[in-house]
């Protein structure tokens, strides 16, 4: 089969993920740089390839591409990707989904209608650990899940928010730590677990900073479609010590899955540790998994197959975001279907 002609919009920093995953996917290439900002789709363009356009509803002018990522800001998520299924084209999005379940829901229903793939980008599912994981909790070699723990820790203040406007709004980012950074590992949670069914929480704005008005920190209690509980912190208020982790009791074991790699804590008192080579540099925190997803995605296009990360991936973690962020310690379910 001849490669899916793909167009990026949004050529900003995550972009370079996608970039390096198209040039190197057997099932795609790059058609079309896209962006507001002419000289970050150029830069884009003449690292990863592809025309160059400022406005992606050009791409409903020519009859050369066939999927759309879209990294643009988490606001611009649902309309982008309306206008992209409607007019025929696969849509690959950049988490989160979108800010609002409603919005989620509407991008789902416009799929179907038009019969066009929506996926969303939780890389670290693909991680070696997330991977090695899921293998154990599905087979049931350590028994059931009896509770899990996620902890966030990063740090996100002043200059991260200054040199990008829209972030740190709850118009347009949607919140802070909960949306952008802690979203993944709810996500893994949610999967790794076999999908939260409902969730209390609270947020809070805990650091005195003018650089946003969004919740830096957040904590919650979950119960799980297999009968466990999970509780969670998520900050960014915490200067050392990055962690994105999930630790899963089993019947038998402790799970502990970090993008380093995968502890286990058998009840016998044996531990195995199996390491996972990691990603470094400033970015470090993407992991280097956004290549397996997007090869991923273009397989399952290809194949009609199911995909890892489906919409409805994408809504159940904006309705745990979002219970975070409103329950107020009210237990709330959580949706993943329209």
């Known amino acids: 089969m001849k490669p899916y002609r793909t167009a990026v919009i949004g050529c900003g920093a995550v972009s370079k993920n996608h970039g390096k995953a198209l040039v190197n996917s057997p099932y795609a290439e790059v058609a079309y740089a896209v962006d507001i900002d002419r000289r970050k789709a150029q830069l884009f363009s003449e690292t990863y390839g ?15 591409v066939d999927v759309v990522h879209i990294v643009t800001p988490h606001h611009t998520h649902p309309q982008i990707a309306i206008d992209c299924l409607q007019h025929g084209l696969d849509v690959f999005c950049e988490k989160p989904l979108a800010i609002l379940p409603t919005d989620a829901r509407r991008m789902i229903q416009v799929a179907k209608e038009q019969g066009r793939r929506l996926g969303v ?7 070696q650990a ?11 070699v350590y028994g059931d899940i009896v509770s899990a723990m996620v902890l966030v820790t990063w740090d996100r203040n002043g200059a991260y928010y200054s040199e990008s406007p829209w972030r740190g709004t709850y118009k347009n980012e949607g919140g802070g730590t909960l949306i952008n950074q802690s979203i993944h590992t709810l996500d893994l949670l949610d999967y790794l677990c076999g999908g939260v069914t409902e969730l209390a929480g609270v947020d809070a704005k805990l650091r005195e900073s003018d650089a946003y008005e969004v919740e830096d920190s957040g904590m919650f209690y979950a119960k799980l479609a297999g009968g466990g509980v999970a509780v969670g912190y998520c900050t960014n208020c915490y200067p050392k010590s990055k962690q994105c982790t999930v630790e899963i009791h089993l019947t038998y074991a402790t799970l502990t899955v970090k993008q380093s790699g995968l502890i286990i804590e058998k009840s016998d008192g044996t531990l195995e540790v199996h390491k996972a080579e990691v990603a470094t540099g400033e970015k470090s925190e993407w992991g280097l998994s956004h290549g397996l997803l997007i090869k991923e995605f273009y397989h399952s296009l290809q194949e009609n197959t199911p995909f890892i990360c489906d919409a409805q991936t994408g809504l159940a973690a904006i309705e745990m975001v979002q219970a975070i962020q409103h ?12």
């Open 50 to 64: 592809g025309k160059v356009l400022e406005d992606y509803r050009q791409l409903f002018e020519v009859d050369d």
């Open 327 to 338: 329950s107020k310690g009210r237990m709330l379910k959580i949706q993943r279907t329209l």
């Open 130 to 140: 997330s991977v090695e994981a899921k293998e154990l909790i599905d087979s049931k």
């Open 121 to 127: 980008c939780f890389q670290n599912r693909l991680n």
